[in-house]
Nanobody, 121 residues
Framework: QVQLVESGGGLVQAAGSLRLSCAAS????????MSWYRQAPGKQRELVAG???????NYADSVKGRFTISRDNAKNTVYLQMNNLKPEDTAVYYC???????????????WGQGTQVTVSS
């Protein structure tokens, strides 16, 4: 069984900061890419930022320069540092990881349960 557990969401004023964490636990061989997605009410889930196992990152245009994704491979954890938050960043944030469970299995996507981020104006 593999689990992704997120933490760090909450309520913050505009221009404030939050740091999200997502830790993978359970039985698996390796983790490839890890990403953060978000879904605002009435909108589709969108990619916020991703990071490969080698540390290559990509960001949605809307968060470039404000958010930073990082990972600690020894802890199987991915982080999202969010600075200069705006009301439009309000959403449920989901962690995603591409995990290979055994030597002979393919990687598949796993999702966290989501954590609410609310930015007040």
């Amino acid at each position: 069984q593999v689990q992704l557990v997120e933490s760090g969401g909450g309520l913050v004023q505009a221009a404030g900061s939050l740091r999200l964490s997502c830790a993978a636990s359970g039985s698996f061989l390796s983790i490839n890419a890890m990403s953060w997605y978000r879904q605002a009410p009435g909108k589709q889930r969108e990619l916020v930022a991703g990071i490969t196992s080698d540390g290559i990152t990509n960001y949605a245009d809307s968060v470039k320069g404000r958010f930073t994704i990082s990972r600690d491979n020894a802890k199987n954890t991915v982080y999202l540092q969010m600075n200069n938050l705006k009301p439009e960043d309000t959403a449920v944030y989901y962690c995603n990881a591409q995990i290979k469970r055994t030597l002979f299995s393919q990687s598949r996507d796993y999702w966290g349960q989501g954590t609410q981020v609310t930015v007040s104006s």
